[in-house]
């Protein structure tokens, strides 16, 4: 049953990436997100607040005021640099690989600013990560893509916004339900996204049919797929190994992104995403053996916040 749900878990994580993808040739970014995101606060939002209400357990506004920072950073500006790259024709399995190394950066830059101590391996597997996301970059500039050279940064500036609502997270001394923390983030979301599609006179959503199918896909596999599949492995397996899961989400996606919208996957594809996966082995083997010497305490194990993909 585990191993049945993991699966299902890194196929709708991956679905997020294909589903940018599947939107970008109907409606631009902002649309497309303004209405990924409107219908599930409305949906999820009174829920919530009925529930805490009842529970007596509403959020204090400085709780509050950080699942918004928090949202701003991992959802809004994580998934405006997804979109953007992957509508500027970079491919999936890049963009994927380039967001994916996410938890490497932020154990090696964030330990010393957190005040814990960073074992020499994650330095090790964040420098091989990273010659993984050059290669498969490498292959993908290389295979004649429209992209532009500089499309490329974008994915690294999500990345960089994951990083800093990590840094977010981690400094909060008090949890957030992950149901109330989903319907401010996705809160915020449509508040910035559709402000963004008002601005831009594209908040009308356009007529065709791929756009709806769009959007279904995104909410049903990405967002509630996804998230709901996250936090009951988290509950089953532990976060070293949904984490863990989460490097299989490149190679998934650059195999799907071939098969249904014939992007490139060369030989240099596949042995750079070998690359960043042999990057998360020598890192968790690294956590463990710490570990298991009674010093995981001194390890830094840093967990993204969920993006509701």
């Excluded at 938890?103 to 391996?121: E, I, K, Q, S, Y």
Aim: aromatic fraction near 10%; charged fraction near 10%; hydrophobic fraction near 55%.
């Amino acid at each position: 049953m585990t191993a049945t749900l993991s699966v299902l878990f890194v196929a709708c994580w991956s679905s997020g990436f294909i589903g940018a993808k599947l939107g970008a040739g109907s409606a631009g970014v902002p649309t497309l997100l303004m209405w990924r995101f409107l219908p599930l606060a409305v949906v999820l939002l009174p829920i919530v607040w009925f529930s805490a209400r009842r529970q007596n357990t509403m959020p204090t506004p400085r709780a509050l005021g950080r699942q918004v920072v928090i949202g701003m950073l991992s959802q809004s500006g994580y998934l405006l640099s997804v979109y953007w790259a992957v509508d500027l024709s970079v491919n999936t399995g890049t963009t994927a690989l380039i967001d994916g190394i996410q938890p490497l950066v932020a154990a090696a830059l964030l330990g010393p600013v957190l005040g814990v101590a960073v074992p020499r391996m994650q330095w090790i597997g964040l420098a091989i990560g990273l010659g993984g996301v050059a290669m498969v970059t490498a292959a993908d500039a290389g295979a004649g893509t429209s992209a532009p050279w500089w499309a490329y940064a974008i994915p690294f500036l999500g990345m960089l916004s994951l990083v800093a609502s990590t840094f977010v997270q981690q400094r909060a001394h008090t949890s957030t339900p992950p149901l109330q923390a989903l319907a401010i983030r996705c809160s915020t979301s449509a508040i910035v996204f559709t402000t963004l599609a008002v601005a831009s006179g594209v908040a009308v959503p356009p007529s065709v049919n791929t756009f709806w199918i769009a959007l279904l896909w995104l909410v049903v596999l990405s967002t509630f797929g996804g998230y709901g599949l996250y936090w009951l492995l988290l509950r089953r397996i532990g976060i070293t190994s949904v984490n863990t899961l989460m490097f299989l989400i490149a190679p998934v996606t650059a195999v799907w992104g071939a098969l249904m919208f014939g992007e490139s996957f060369t030989a240099f594809t596949a042995l750079g995403l070998a690359v960043g996966i042999l990057a998360v082995v020598v890192v968790t083997r690294a956590d463990n053996h710490q570990k298991k010497r009674g010093e995981g305490e001194n390890a830094c194990s840093v967990r993204a916040p969920i993006t509701s993909r």
